[in-house]
């Protein structure tokens, strides 16, 4: 499989062309937010990787306080707006997930659309990042892209197998699970909460 090198997402913003952007937050995270399992003590969570915040909102709404991250300049005052017009207090941020030294340790990071966004080369590096950004002990919320007509350009998929060779043993699966998806997503995603020992 030929891979892009890594696409400048900044186009993609001034262009308008945000096919990955379905305007609304998650479904598996959702979900999640609504269940026990949710019940977890609430603090500061990181968003990677947010775009225009939609799942940040819905953490800030669950009573998180969000960073929302992006390397796209264009998204963060998009972001912005999103949340402001909802009345919410997100903290977002022009940055890079994968390179950037956290300015404070996280209790929570969600992912749903970067780690299947980024090179398949870089993975290595993202595992990396969620470690540096989480704190021991901090949960790992991800939505996982598990398909297999990757063509060269994102999303890239993942299997289980890949993501317990990449994250044990620095993180313990607490639980794997099929979510409800978007429409076009359905049974090509596999959410995973992971605890950073």
Known sequence: MQINEDRDWESFY???NLM??????????????STAEADIALGQALVPGCGRGHDARALSKAGWRVTGLDIAPSSVPMARELAGTEGLKIDFRLGNFLEDEPYQPFDLLFEHTLFCAINPRQRDAYVRAAKRWLRPGGTYLAVNYIITDDDGDPPFSTTAGELDE????????????TPRSYENRQGKELMNLWRRR
């Open 166 to 177: 990449r994250f044990l043993p620095d993180f313990e699966l607490i639980r794997r699970w």
């Open 14 to 16: 001034q262009e308008d």
């Open 20 to 33: 990955w952007d379905h305007g609304e937050a998650s479904p598996g995270l959702v979900d999640f937010l």
